[in-house]
């Protein structure tokens, strides 16, 4: 099946802890996108890469890091310079800036 | 800088009523319009796409039209369904170097059966 996969679903983090989002995708997609979604809010990008190696700032990208070493993973790193991390991500890919993006199934974080 | 509105925040209809969902735009230099939908807890599913160049496109009971010079699009949903209850979500591209996309808040959309 190709698709794009989040883990975990549910993430727990520590005060000062730094956590890692997992993004896969098998479409052969060359863009990949992270996305932060608070209630009554639209979707806020955070990160967004149109090729390997290369990677932009979105809106709202302070307190988080991205890596893209491979085409088909783009990880998300929260920091603890991020003071208010408990949202829902979500992964997208797309064929390249300009097509559809496809959306994995997210994964929710929570503080503890 | 895009701003993409989207009224109601809440719908609820009686199943088998036809509906329209609204969403508006700010910035009418857009590369495409997309509607999604969004399941409680889960990820985005794309609708439909319409591109800057056309006025609507149809996916069986959906129809999704846009008009740029008025900064509007709306999504027709036909004979609605239990199973049609979500929040649907539209997400403008901008034109440029990158198409920045810029999602509504959605609207939330209950059909009663």
């Known amino acids: 099946d190709g698709g794009i996969t989040q883990s975990p679903k549910y993430l727990f983090r520590k005060e000062g802890q730094n956590v890692t989002l997992s993004c896969e995708q098998n479409?052969?997609?060359?863009?990949m996108y992270w996305y932060r979604q608070d209630p009554g809010q639209g979707l806020r990008l955070i990160y967004y890469?149109?090729?390997?190696?290369?990677?932009q700032k979105g809106d709202i990208a302070e307190g988080y890091s991205v890596s893209r070493e491979k085409k088909e993973s783009f990880p998300l790193t929260v920091t603890s310079a991020q003071k208010n991390p408990t949202a829902f991500y979500l992964c997208?890919?797309?064929?390249?800036?300009?097509?559809?993006?496809?959306f994995g199934p997210g994964t929710r974080l929570l503080v503890l | 800088k895009q701003e993409v509105t989207q009224i109601p925040a809440a719908l609820s209809v009686p199943e088998g009523e036809n509906l329209v969902l609204n969403c508006s735009f700010t910035?009418?230099?857009?590369?495409?319009l997309q509607w999604f939908r969004q399941d409680p807890g889960k990820g985005l599913t794309s609708l439909l796409l319409?591109?800057?160049?056309?006025r609507e496109q149809t996916s069986g009971r959906l129809n999704a039209s846009l008009d740029k010079s008025s900064g509007r699009s709306t999504l027709y949903i036909a004979a609605s369904q239990p199973g049609d209850s979500a929040t649907y979500l539209c997400?403008?591209?901008?034109?440029?170097?990158?198409?920045?996309?810029?999602f509504g808040t959605g609207t939330k959309l209950q059909v009663i059966p």
């Open positions: 910035d009418s230099a857009i590369y495409n």
């Open positions: 319409i591109q800057s160049s056309q």
């Open positions: 997400a403008v591209a901008n034109s440029g170097g990158y198409q920045k996309v810029t």
């Open positions: 890469s149109q090729i390997v190696n290369d990677f």
């Open positions: 479409l052969n997609h060359d863009a």
């Open positions: 997208a890919s797309s064929q390249n800036a300009a097509e559809t993006q496809y």
